[in-house]
């Protein structure tokens, strides 16, 4: 999608579409996280933090898709 930046006072804006907020879960008032990713230029916003900003984006997609399933025997490792 592509957005235009817009001058806001003193700062500059960034409009997101109603679908990117609803799919995102994020509303009007709500704190997110602002992040560019260095090693691919990336812009990133999201409402965590993000533990693989600067991380490839195929690791980072591995990586998340090995938490999902594997989430149980992770929370169990981390309690023993």
């Known amino acids: 999608m592509l957005q235009k ?4 006072g003193n700062s500059v804006a960034i409009t997101l579409p109603k679908d990117f907020l609803n799919n995102a ?3 009007a008032g709500d704190s997110v996280h602002v992040d560019v990713d260095k090693s691919t230029d990336v812009m ?3 409402t965590k933090e993000n533990p ?3 991380v490839s984006p195929d ?3 591995w990586t998340a898709k090995f938490i999902k399933n594997n989430l149980q025997a992770l929370r169990e ?3 023993k």
């Open 77 to 79: 490792l981390a309690n």
């Open 52 to 54: 693989l900003m600067g």
């Open 59 to 61: 690791i980072a997609h």
């Open 5 to 8: 930046v817009i001058k806001v």
């Open 25 to 27: 879960k994020i509303k």
């Open 44 to 46: 990133v916003v999201s």
